[in-house]
């Protein structure tokens, strides 16, 4: 019964570091997201994908890359991290555009 | 305007009051709408969504007005338990893209 997974849980990087945060969800769900949540912001979109081979753009894209080559993975990058980019990142899956999302348990995120 | 705006509070209610908090929306094409229950930075859970004729799920109640364009959240007996950040959630029309509101800070004492 796993649900939304999302990988690691906890990363620390330094500046200009790159890394790769993993979504995976087993419910065949076609649309994924990425969220980030800083205090006193909610949760702001930063890339979705609505089908396996397609991604957008959310509210805040830059600096942060995606991939969905398979169905059920939701890949994002951090290609040259930045300290601004240290926030808790969720991952959401839903059936379709209009229902209620499904989410990871999230990762924090540092970058010093 | 931000596309979905809440009073971010906190509301510091006691034990047994009841409480109600407002979520406004800026898009007339919005679809659907939820309320979602987050609890110290933890990730989200769907607590109620929220249909047009209004849906009561125990002590929740949620209504949408879509003349004015908000949505409601009732809670009534409160609990120590319902503590939490209640966050809502719209679904803009075309695109579906989830949008969400800072979300309302609940603290209900004994």
């Known amino acids: 019964n796993a649900g939304v997974t999302q990988t690691p849980k906890f990363r620390v990087l330094k500046t200009g570091q790159s890394m790769t945060l993993l979504c995976a969800q087993d419910?065949?769900?076609?649309?994924m997201y990425w969220y980030r949540q800083d205090p006193g912001m909610g949760l702001r979109l930063i890339h979705y994908?609505?089908?396996?081979?397609?991604?957008a753009k959310g509210e805040v894209p830059d600096g942060y890359n995606v991939s969905r080559l398979k169905k059920q993975n939701f890949l994002l990058g951090l290609e040259s991290a930045a300290p601004s980019q240290t926030s808790v990142y969720f991952c959401?899956?839903?059936?379709?555009?209009?229902?209620?999302?499904?989410f990871g348990s999230g990762t924090q995120l540092s970058v010093l | 305007r931000k596309e979905v705006e809440q009073d971010p509070g906190p509301f510091n209610v006691p034990e047994g009051a009841t409480v109600a908090f407002n979520c406004t929306y800026s898009?007339?094409?919005?679809?659907?709408f939820f309320w979602y229950r987050q609890d110290c930075r933890k990730e989200p859970k769907l607590l109620m969504s929220?249909?047009?004729s209004g849906n009561e799920d125990g002590r929740f109640t949620a209504q949408l007005n879509r003349a004015s364009q908000y949505i409601s959240l009732l809670i009534r007996d409160s609990k120590l338990s319902d503590s939490a950040t209640y966050l809502c959630?719209?679904?803009?029309?075309?695109?579906?893209?989830?949008?969400f509101g800072r979300g309302t800070s609940l603290i209900v004492h004994p």
């Open positions: 959630v719209v679904n803009k029309g075309g695109s579906y893209i989830p949008t």
């Open positions: 959401a899956s839903s059936s379709a555009g209009y229902e209620k999302l499904f």
């Open positions: 419910m065949n769900h076609e649309y």
């Open positions: 898009n007339s094409a919005s679809q659907s």
């Open positions: 929220v249909y047009s």
């Open positions: 994908s609505v089908g396996e081979g397609t991604t």
